[in-house]
């Protein structure tokens, strides 16, 4: 079945430094990536969509400027956390769709990010 | 009010005992429906699509009830391996993203 690899598992980062997060779609390839945070016993929430070649859409409140994300490639999708401070602490997941069906999303293991 | 609620428990049942999860959405063009399962600290797996005339996958049994904008999932003979987050999912026709609800956590006793 569909595979998404997502780097790093985890990453422990000081407080202003900038962290890089990788989801790659291993035998298919993602039209469309979404990016979710997920804070401890709290649902998945969406920060952004992004279509290979075009800018991500953030969802409301959500900043643009501090969440980079690139697609550049039908396979690769890649977070930046810019400037981490302690309250971005969560986990950030990373899901990957083919096409257009509903039923076709396959997520990456995930990535806990502390900032100390 | 949330998009989609659920109940977040947690539900605490004896090994074999039959466990039932509810779920309602709020947007009446919710077209597609899911239930996920998150173990703690791992990413969502899809355990099922839940269609309008109900459907089962061996010990689970899903319901859609659009009228009442309610999914019900259903799991008979509980194994300790059931032991998970429950995380009903709900797509927008015509919206690319999942909206997913808050979870029901889920422990198996022995």
């Known amino acids: 079945g569909a595979v998404v690899s997502q780097h790093p598992s985890w990453v422990i980062c000081k407080s202003g430094t900038s962290v890089k997060i990788e989801c790659r779609s291993l035998d298919f390839q993602a039209t469309t990536m979404f990016w979710y945070r997920q804070f401890p016993k709290q649902s998945l929430m969406l920060m952004a969509t992004?279509?290979?070649?075009?800018?991500?859409?953030?969802e409301q409140g959500v900043e643009k400027d501090k969440f980079l994300i690139n697609h550049a490639s039908l396979t690769l999708s890649t977070l930046t956390v810019t400037s981490a401070h302690p309250e971005d602490s969560s986990f950030y997941i990373c899901s990957a769709r083919e096409g257009e069906a509903n039923y076709g999303y396959t997520f990456g293991s995930g990535t806990r990010l502390t900032v100390v | 009010r949330k998009e989609v609620e659920q109940d977040p428990g947690p539900f605490n049942v004896p090994e074999g005992a039959t466990v039932a999860f509810n779920c309602t959405y709020s947007n009446s063009a919710s077209q597609s429906f899911f239930w996920y399962r998150q173990d703690c600290r791992k990413e969502p797996k899809l355990l099922m699509s839940?269609?309008?005339s109900g459907n089962e996958d061996g010990r689970f049994t899903a319901q859609l009830n659009r009228a009442s904008q309610y999914i019900s999932l259903l799991i008979r003979d509980s194994k300790l391996s059931d032991s998970a987050t429950y995380l009903c999912v709900v797509n927008t026709r015509g919206a690319q993203k999942l909206v997913f609800g808050q979870g029901t956590r889920l422990t198996i006793n022995p």
């Open positions: 839940v269609y309008s």
């Open positions: 992004s279509n290979e070649g075009s800018k991500a859409t953030y």
